[in-house]
Each structure stands twice: as structure tokens, then as C-alpha cells.
């Protein structure tokens, strides 16, 4: 009765071991080789804040994101904005990543395009409080992204945007 599973499992095994002999192989010798994604604007990674084309922070404090969120991860303090084209915005923007489960609903409820999830997956942190991102840290994430990854808002991939 118990043979069977076995020598099913052992077939499906021994098929992958001489894929890996052929040179069809599974194993990226990470950090060396990067991962290859399919489509990494779908891909979602590491938050970050976008800036506007004045390089201020792109969020009107809205709360939006944060209402959203089904995981409580996100905690925004708005203040009064110093320019005349937006009434607030965020004096504090602060995400847990430890606490985040990437589902995108904040990029999904953002009517601005202020946040949105990237492709960095390699997320580490030897603390809890190297993985609570705040504003600077978010803003320094587009920093890293946006040559690789243009914000969606303008190269027309945003889901469910302008339809």
C-alpha cells in the first residue's frame, strides 16, 4: 500500500536529479546570480514613497493606504502642506514590513500613486526597527528603483487606473 507513493516519489526525484545533470538546473547561486521574474512591475517587493516632479514627497496624507490595509501596517501623521497645490501632507509615514503581507491594496487605494511595491525582494534587517520603514527610508527606495522601475502612474500600468 505504501509502496506505491514512494516509488512515484523516488521517479519524480530521480527525473529531477538527471534534468540537473543534463544542465537544466533550478539553483541560483544567490546573491552572485540574481533571480530572474517574469514581469517585475507585477512583482511585489519593498514599498516606496514617489516623488512628484518638484522631488516632494507625492502623498496628500489621505490616509487612504492606511484604511486599506488589512494588516494595520501603515501609520501616516498629516500636517498642513507649505504648497499651495495640495492641502496636507505626510510629516510622518512610517510601514512595518515585518507586520506587511504584500498584498498591494495600498497601491490600489492611493488616488495619487504615492505608494507603490517594487521588485527588491532581498529584504533583510538583523532588528525589528531596521524593517519599520519611515518616510526617508521610503523616499530612498525610489531613489534605488526608479531608473529600473518608472513609476506606474506614467508608463501606463497602473491596474485599474484611468479606465
Same mark, same amino acid.
Given at each position: 500500500?505504501?509502496? &506505491?507513493?514512494?516509488?512515484?516519489?523516488?521517479?519524480?526525484?530521480?527525473?529531477?536529479?538527471?534534468? !540537473? !545533470?543534463?544542465?537544466?538546473?533550478?539553483?541560483?547561486?544567490?546573491?552572485?546570480?540574481?533571480?530572474?521574474?517574469?514581469? =517585475?512591475?507585477?512583482?511585489?517587493?519593498?514599498? %516606496?514613497?514617489?516623488?512628484?516632479? #518638484?522631488? %516632494?514627497?507625492?502623498?496628500?496624507?489621505?490616509?487612504?493606504? !492606511?484604511?486599506?490595509?488589512?494588516?494595520?501596517?501603515?501609520?501616516?501623521?498629516?500636517?498642513?502642506?507649505?504648497?499651495?497645490? %495640495?492641502?496636507?501632507? =505626510?510629516?510622518?509615514?512610517?510601514?512595518?514590513?515585518?507586520?506587511?503581507?504584500?498584498?498591494?491594496?495600498?497601491?490600489?487605494?492611493? =488616488?495619487?500613486? #504615492?505608494?507603490?511595491? &517594487?521588485?527588491?525582494?532581498?529584504?533583510?534587517?538583523?532588528? %525589528?526597527?531596521?524593517?519599520?520603514?519611515?518616510?526617508?527610508?521610503?523616499?530612498?527606495?525610489?531613489?534605488? &528603483?526608479?531608473?529600473?522601475? =518608472?513609476?506606474?502612474?506614467?508608463?501606463?500600468?497602473?491596474?485599474?487606473?484611468?479606465?
Amino acid at each position: 500500500m505504501y509502496l &506505491t507513493p514512494i516509488i512515484d516519489g523516488l521517479t519524480i526525484t530521480l527525473g529531477h536529479f538527471f534534468k !540537473a !545533470a543534463k544542465g537544466d538546473t533550478f539553483t541560483v547561486q544567490f546573491p552572485e546570480e540574481r533571480p530572474k521574474f517574469g514581469n =517585475p512591475l507585477i512583482y511585489r517587493g519593498v514599498h %516606496r514613497l514617489n516623488k512628484d516632479d #518638484a522631488g %516632494r514627497v507625492k502623498c496628500v496624507a489621505c490616509f487612504m493606504c !492606511a484604511t486599506a490595509c488589512p494588516a494595520h501596517c501603515i501609520d501616516i501623521v498629516g500636517a498642513q502642506a507649505p504648497w499651495e497645490d %495640495r492641502e496636507k501632507y =505626510p510629516q510622518s509615514f512610517v510601514i512595518d514590513e515585518l507586520r506587511c503581507i504584500f498584498c498591494g491594496m495600498c497601491e490600489e487605494a492611493c =488616488p495619487v500613486d #504615492a505608494i507603490e511595491l &517594487t521588485s527588491m525582494f532581498d529584504l533583510t534587517g538583523a532588528s %525589528r526597527e531596521e524593517m519599520i520603514f519611515d518616510k526617508e527610508k521610503l523616499l530612498s527606495v525610489y531613489d534605488q &528603483t526608479i531608473a529600473a522601475e =518608472p513609476m506606474k502612474s506614467r508608463s501606463g500600468h497602473a491596474a485599474g487606473k484611468g479606465a
